[in-house]
Nanobody, 123 residues
Framework: QVQLVESGGGLVQAGGSLRLSCAAS????????MGWFRQAPGKEREFVGA???????RYADSVKGRFTITRDNGKNTMYLQMNSLKPEDTAVYYC?????????????????WGQGTQVTVSS
């Protein structure tokens, strides 16, 4: 069982930056593929990006070049660095994990979910 806790959300102006963290419990953190999804009010859940145990990452087109996912297996923590934020990035951001090595963009493939952290980008 893995428990995920997000932190780092908040309010930022357009063009600004935020870094989200996801702290995971469990001794086998390094074996999990980790990722981020987000959901804005009235919209469907959206894949943001994912990173496998080896540090290979995949991103949604909407965030490519602006967001970067990294992980520190020694600290059981994953990060989402968000730069050049836009109002359309406003959403609740969820940390996810799965035991497969696939960098899946489908929420159904992720077994573990955090509670989410709110990110609000003002124009």
């Amino acid at each position: 069982q893995v428990q995920l806790v997000e932190s780092g959300g908040g309010l930022v102006q357009a063009g600004g930056s935020l870094r989200l963290s996801c702290a995971a419990s469990g001794r086998t953190f390094g074996r999990y593929t980790m990722g981020w999804f987000r959901q804005a009010p009235g919209k469907e859940r959206e894949f943001v990006g994912a990173i496998n145990w080896g540090g290979i990452a995949r991103y949604a087109d909407s965030v490519k070049g602006r967001f970067t996912i990294t992980r520190d297996n020694g600290k059981n923590t994953m990060y989402l660095q968000m730069n050049s934020l836009k109002p359309e990035d406003t959403a609740v951001y969820y940390c996810v994990a799965q035991t497969s090595v696939s960098l899946s963009g489908y929420g159904r493939d992720y077994e573990y979910w955090g509670q989410g952290t709110q990110v609000t980008v003002s124009s």
